[in-house]
């Protein structure tokens, strides 16, 4: 309608315009990934790992840190939980900018296809970052992007379609219900 037609105008006359995500894909070779086991959220010794190992080793992976636990910096080794497997190729697609939600669960549910096929992957992730000063809040409490921003969720999805949701906001921000 005419409010349409004069947001338009706005924008092009303030020469804003709407970007699209930007995809990255990468091939990872020769990975170590912790031993998931759907049903053991704490992991087991010498079985499985558990949220909390696997949560932070996708964080080295994200942030592309060495994971051989070589001490070259002295400001930092880390290592593979245990137990684990060599995995030979893992692919990481990132995709940066505005997400809708329904576009997150769309691709969640792409992503749960991808086991309809027998395929050698025991688990799949999907984690959704949001900005450090997104209008993120629960319970009524104010985001608290001014501590750090953090707000953050995971999906771990089990080839029996299983799956652990791993969430994390900040400090001075409650946990969703």
């Known amino acids: ?4 037609s004069t947001l338009m105008s706005y924008f092009s006359k303030n020469q804003i315009q ?3 995500p930007k995809i990255t894909f990468s091939t ?7 031993v998931l086991q759907s049903n053991e959220l704490q992991g087991k010794p010498d079985e499985s790992c558990g949220t909390e190992e696997l ?35 893992a692919f990481l697609c990132t995709i940066t ?7 997150i669960i769309r691709l969640l549910e792409q992503l749960c296809c991808y ?14 970052h949001g900005f ?17 921003g953090e707000n953050l969720y995971n999906f771990v999805i089990f ?5 652990w949701l791993q969430m994390a906001v900040g400090t001075n921000d409650d946990c969703p219900p």
């Open 1 to 4: 309608g005419a409010e349409g």
């Open 18 to 20: 709407a970007l699209k």
């Open 28 to 34: 990872l070779r020769d990975l170590q990934c912790p």
């Open 55 to 89: 949560f932070e080793w996708l964080g080295a992976v994200l942030n592309q840190v060495s994971l051989d636990n070589k001490s070259s910096s002295f400001l930092s080794t880390y290592c593979c939980p245990q137990p684990n497997t060599m995995v030979e190729k």
């Open 97 to 103: 900018g505005f997400i809708i939600p329904e576009k």
């Open 115 to 128: 086991f309809g096929e027998p395929k050698l992957a025991y688990w799949l992730t999907l984690t959704v």
């Open 132 to 148: 450090a000063d997104s209008p993120v809040s629960w319970r009524e409490n104010e985001h608290g992007f001014h501590k750090g």
């Open 159 to 163: 080839r029996n379609l299983d799956y």
